[in-house]
């Protein structure tokens, strides 16, 4: 199993629209939790973290269940220029290492 | 300027070839990592230093080499370039606070024929 897992989408959203995925850890030691967006072929970029009591960003909204060991991204009125891989990152309890997702595709359409 | 600087960004070489990918960050940052990304897999760790004297292996280690020249350069070797090693690879840096963000580099994208 791996350690973080995303279903690979691609999610086709019309704009205006709220789309919403998840993404799964099994380490139940992790410790923190980020979303990352990427752009086709360029690099992640950091979209938000992830807090225990769930946080907002405008139109982004992510929680943590740690009792099923998920997190999730909501977006509502969804924008063309949402359309992206977004990136589901572990942060461990040991080290400092980042743990990665394989990424959802999301397309936003007219 | 990028605050992390990849070179090259784009580089086509043959099997058995040696190859080194450079990667120079401006944040001030201990903590740096090679990562290589292929369609479906996400970014899966090759090696990371959390200082000039440290290094460290990550999940996909094999056939890769790093040398930690300064806080501000980290550089990844091919020793032996293999057609499966063509990807895209990315250079980060990150500070010492848990929630703190990752930067990245712009990529080189090998390709090894």
């Known amino acids: 199993r791996k350690e973080v897992e995303q279903d690979p989408g691609p999610f086709n959203v019309p704009e205006g629209a709220t789309v919403a995925f998840n993404c799964t850890y099994s380490?139940?030691?992790?410790?923190?939790f980020f979303w990352y967006r990427q752009d086709c072929r360029k690099e992640p970029k950091l979209l938000m973290s992830v807090y225990s009591s769930g946080n907002e960003d405008g139109r982004f909204t992510a929680q943590l269940n740690r009792a099923s060991q998920y997190i999730s991204l909501l977006i509502r009125d969804s924008k063309l220029s949402d359309s992206a891989t977004y990136l589901c990152?572990?942060?461990?309890?040991?080290?400092?290492?980042?743990?990665f997702g394989g990424g959802t595709r999301v397309l936003v359409k007219p | 300027d990028a605050d992390v600087t990849q070179t090259p960004r784009n580089r086509i070489t043959k099997t058995g070839k040696r190859i080194m990918l450079e990667c120079s960050q401006t944040?001030?940052?201990?903590?740096m990592y090679w990562y290589r990304q292929d369609p479906g897999l996400g970014l899966r760790l090759i090696y990371y230093?959390?200082?000039?004297?440290?290094?460290n292996k990550g999940e996909i280690s094999d056939g890769y080499s790093v040398s930690r020249q300064a806080q501000a350069k980290f550089s990844l070797s091919l020793e032996s370039a293999i057609p499966n090693q063509t990807a895209l690879y990315f250079c980060a840096t990150r500070g010492v606070e848990a929630n703190t963000e990752a930067f990245f580099g712009q990529g080189t994208r090998l390709t090894v024929v």
């Open positions: 944040k001030g940052h201990d903590r």
């Open positions: 380490n139940s030691a992790s410790q923190s």
């Open positions: 990152v572990v942060k461990g309890a040991a080290g400092n290492k980042l743990t």
């Open positions: 230093s959390f200082d000039v004297k440290d290094i």
